[in-house]
């Protein structure tokens, strides 16, 4: 027990010891919130859909008196407008198309800040780096100029302007180290199973890559999820216009058929009975002497009337038989409606208002898609092209020729071959910033241009423009 309890925490410990890569960090956006809520909305409205064909269906139910003998049974449909079932159709499938770039566009906003923190992390780190590299010529510096303090070629005031560097570059240390390990922590909260950061430098693209990639520009189309989103949010409004507007050729209210049910053992019936029914042999002569104590005006002797109202009726309850045929039980309900005198005319116009207002949105968002995309592209190349110019500058001083020869001219003076290394890690600084400056762009197009929504990549910064 005590063994396997051992390399379970070993395998724990192994797990939590690892640290986090590239692949890894890309992999935490799955396991985001925002993510798992816009994928059960995109496959929520990805399933199969059974369109009805009609607005709704009621069993109707009507008693006809309260002695319980007559019902009335209706099943009632009312159908859809004319052209509904197809604008429904049609919106479903807008809303299908919507909710996939929603989709998209979530995944591209959560990869997008995971990209951003890591390069922002291994470009801090760079230029940490070159920081340090700086920080020790300076120091050198300063030794140097306290070794030549009694000389006459000693500059006070390049000591103290070498002084105020090395505080500066000391300064400039602290903020890298406190904004490396803030970038750590804001990964690590995206992936808590890691407690340490190594991210491959390489996975970055490298500057004639990326010129590589945008030298022919950017052409915005519909694989772009901030463009097919704009298209399915267009679609959606359109087919919804058009699916509230079939709404209104209801020319049909309803369908119903019914059936008359009849009770023959609690159906009763009122009869006037007159003289003839109810004299001697009548049908009803059952009555005659209840008639006969009603009808009479002109008094009894004995049992007999001496005269009678011959129009006085006798009125009782007889029992009453459904005799209909058993097709004349059954009805039908219809109702149509009357367009020509419906007072809602504007409806016409409200759907191609609708409509229009949709393509014109949806058209201001792809002009500013395409601005912005065009705008980034031209800025990441200007930069690259600065980057090249100062990495050249800084490549020529590092040469060992360029140096040799820069220490013949200067008589293998210290200072000044410590202030040309100086200056190449100087033109190094600007050009490591200036890279931050390019991907910080570059991102910003990825994600314009949905580079980052792509699932079928790995590294995104290289493959993701293609």
Known sequence: MK?????????????????LTWERLIESAKADPRYEAAEKRAEATAKER???????????YQLDGFSFAKHDFELRVTPQAFGERAADKAHYEAVKNYQQATFAVERSILLYDRYERGVRYVLR??????????????QDRIEVLHLKSGSASFNAEDLMTSLEKSASLKANLLSDSTALRDAELKMMIWAPDFDNVALDPSFLPTMDELAE??????????????????????????SKAEQDASKDRNYISHIGIGYSLQVESLMEKYKYLEYKD??????????????NSKACTGGFIGNDCMSHDASYKLKKL????????????????????????DSNKDASLREQVE??????????????????VARLTEEVLTLIDQWKVLKDYAEQVNASGFMEQFARNAGSDPLLLLRARESALESDLKAAKLEYDIFARYLALLDYAGGLARQDVANHLREGIR
């Open 50 to 60: 059974n369109l009805k064909l009609w607005d709704k269906i009621e069993l109707r």
């Open 213 to 238: 990639f945008l030298k022919n520009g950017v052409t915005v189309d519909e694989s772009f999820p901030l463009v097919a989103l704009a298209k399915g949010k267009r679609d959606s409004d359109i």
């Open 355 to 372: 409509k229009l207002d949709a393509e014109s949105k949806y058209l201001d968002d792809v002009r500013e898609i395409n601005q912005k």
């Open 318 to 341: 007889f029992p009453e038989q459904d005799d209909r045929k058993t097709a004349d039980k059954f009805f039908v309900n219809l109702a149509f409606r009357l367009p020509f005198f």
């Open 3 to 19: 063994t396997v309890s051992f390399l379970t925490l070993a395998l724990t410990a192994a797990a939590i010891a690892s640290p």
């Open 278 to 291: 109810v004299k001697s042999g009548g049908k009803y002569e059952e009555y005659w002497e209840e008639w």
């Open 125 to 138: 780190q760079k230029i940490n780096d070159i920081n340090k590299q700086l920080l020790q010529v300076i």
